[in-house]
Every structure is written in structure tokens, then in C-alpha cells.
């Protein structure tokens, strides 16, 4: 049995991480630190029954409580974003080197149904040779949210660390590192004190992948729009486990992370139109990988230098 320390109850905190944690055979969730001082976090660091910590903080704090845990002799999980800048993640990456322990970010959404879908699509060519990738995750908020350090002019705020980090994570995953890049982030609200849309386009050999996320689209966007020689996929339903987790539901529920047939993608083909079914999403499987990864039973999922891949991408867009 895995003992994990949590440091961090806000919405990531609360909402993902504990309920995920305390779903997983072999976890316990052991002690749950609120960040509200050195102490409480020490405290946790020097406890020796926990081996695995997780860290659900505020961006900029990322690379020293991971460095301070690692040191520890803790393995870490690290909420997404991994860290602020490619030089914090690859200083953690040495230090997990150098401590023997397990590193890796939390990008959850590599277990949602409509990317798991696609992954599927992709492997039996269904859609031939892709030339066209594009994700968005839009949402509507046209006031100001008080005290949201997401929306704040902090290091590491804005959409672009937020939902870019995992849109960029799944392009990755699909297609490796794109040849170049170009992006325009940008803040569209009156009131915004960091960014909260974008657009990146990263060009691969006779492939474009366009990445957009904005928070004042009211109308309905696609999810995802993937063309190829032989056909196009479109989806545009939400994965449900988020929603599921913010209504208190347990991802131990059956029928977990299944989405409503009349929202599953349809796929365009010589045949016609066709609906394909939506595999269901299972954020736990992150935190299964931990826990084997953690007993040298598998290899992680998710490895700390595809994250690094993902804020140096990050970085890159901030300069276009």
C-alpha cells in the first residue's frame, strides 16, 4: 500500500486528485496539506510513511515543492502544468535522477473518451493519412472570478498554462514535436489580467495541427476536428468525468467516464456519415501507472521530459 501526502485542496485538490487517489487500489490517501505554511509542509515531507507526494498548488510553486519532496525521497506527482519554465522542469528532472524517484505531471486528459477515440482512429487508419489536426476547449466567462490565481498576473496564470497545457499534451502525444510553431496568445475580456485565449499552429511534414482555446465562445465549437485522405472525425461533447467529479460522484460508479451515444463523434466517409462509439474516459488509469510505475511493475505513462516538451512548447507560443 502507497501512502500519499496531497499538498494543495483547491479545485484541483479537492476535485481530481483525492477522489482519483482514494479510488485506486493500493493508494491510501494519507495526509492532506492545505499550503498555507512551511510548517504543515515539512511536517508532511518528514513523515515516513509517505512515499508518494502530490502537489495540486498554484503553478509558480510547483518546481519548489517538488524539488523539496524529492529531496525528501518522495516520488511526485506535480499537477499540470509540470512547471513556469523549461529550466525549473528539467532542474526537477535532474533531481529526480539524482534522488531515484518517480517524477511525472498529471495530464489527465490523455484518459478522456474522445482522445482515446481518436488514438483508436489514428492507429487502424480509419481516416487515412492525417493532414489536418484541430482541438479546441472554449468556454464562456465574462466576468471576473475573485481571488482566481489562474486569472491573476502571477507567473504561470492564464489559459495558455491551463488549457493549453493539455491541448498541447495531446497533439504531442499524437504527432511527436512539430518542426516549428507559431501562436498568438492574447486577452480578450476587458478585465483580464493574463491571457485567456490563444491560437497555436504547429507544422508538421504535410500535417497542421491547430490548437484554440478562448473563454467568452458562447456558441458550440467542435471538440476536435481530425481530416485525412479517406475521411473526417468531428466531436464535440465535453469527456463527463469533470463534471462527474465536481458533483461529488466516485470514478469507482459504473458506467464511469461513458458519454450518451447521441453525443458520440461521427466519422465522414465514402460510406456516409457514421457515429463511432465514444470509449469511456478513466482518469484513475493515471494514477494506476503511478502506483505500478512506483512498484517497478510498468513503466510510466507519462514521463517528466514529454511534460518538459509540453512548457517548452508553452514558452515558445509566449514569444511568437
Do not use: C
Not at 492564464?158 to 514535436?177: M, N, P
Not at 504535410?206 to 478562448?214: D, E, Q, T
Not at 494514477?287 to 510505475?293: L, Q
Amino acid at each position: 500500500m502507497t501512502a500519499v501526502g496531497l499538498i494543495g485542496y483547491g479545485k484541483a485538490g479537492r476535485v481530481f486528485h483525492a477522489p482519483l487517489i482514494e479510488s485506486v487500489d493500493g493508494l491510501r490517501l494519507h495526509k492532506i496539506v492545505q499550503h498555507r505554511g512551511d510548517d504543515e509542509v515539512n511536517a508532511m515531507l518528514a513523515d515516513e510513511q509517505i512515499n508518494l507526494v502530490v502537489i495540486a498548488t498554484p503553478n509558480d510553486s510547483h518546481f519548489d515543492l517538488g524539488r523539496r519532496a524529492l529531496l525528501a525521497g518522495k516520488h511526485v506527482v506535480v499537477d499540470k502544468p509540470f512547471t513556469v519554465t523549461s529550466d525549473e522542469a528539467r532542474g526537477l528532472i535532474d533531481v529526480a535522477r539524482e534522488q531515484k524517484r518517480i517524477l511525472t505531471v498529471f495530464h489527465n486528459r490523455r484518459w478522456e473518451g474522445d482522445f482515446l477515440t481518436i488514438q483508436r482512429l489514428l492507429q487502424q487508419k480509419a481516416l487515412g493519412r492525417v493532414v489536418s489536426f484541430e482541438a479546441r476547449f472554449d468556454r464562456f466567462r465574462n466576468e471576473a472570478r475573485p481571488g482566481a490565481w489562474r486569472e491573476s498576473s502571477r507567473a504561470g496564470s492564464g489559459i495558455l498554462y491551463d488549457l493549453g497545457s493539455h491541448l498541447i499534451d495531446q497533439a504531442l502525444v499524437l504527432f511527436g514535436r512539430p518542426d516549428r510553431i507559431n501562436a498568438d496568445v492574447r486577452t480578450e475580456r476587458d478585465f483580464g489580467e493574463s491571457d485567456d485565449a490563444f491560437d497555436i499552429w504547429m507544422d508538421y511534414p504535410r500535417l497542421k495541427v491547430s490548437l484554440r482555446a478562448g473563454m467568452l465562445v458562447r456558441e458550440r465549437t467542435p471538440r476536435f476536428t481530425v481530416r485525412g485522405t479517406e475521411g473526417t472525425f468531428v466531436t464535440h461533447a465535453i469527456d463527463p468525468q469533470e463534471a462527474a467529479l465536481m458533483a461529488g460522484r466516485s470514478p469507482r460508479e459504473r458506467d464511469w467516464g461513458n458519454l450518451p451515444r447521441d453525443e458520440w463523434g461521427t466519422l465522414f466517409t465514402d460510406r456516409g456519415e457514421e457515429k463511432v462509439e465514444t470509449l469511456p474516459g478513466r482518469y484513475q488509469s493515471f494514477y494506476e501507472n503511478v502506483r505500478d510505475a512506483i512498484a517497478g511493475h510498468a513503466s510510466l505513462t507519462v514521463t517528466p521530459e514529454q511534460a518538459l516538451a509540453t512548457i517548452e512548447i508553452i514558452e515558445m507560443a509566449s514569444r511568437a
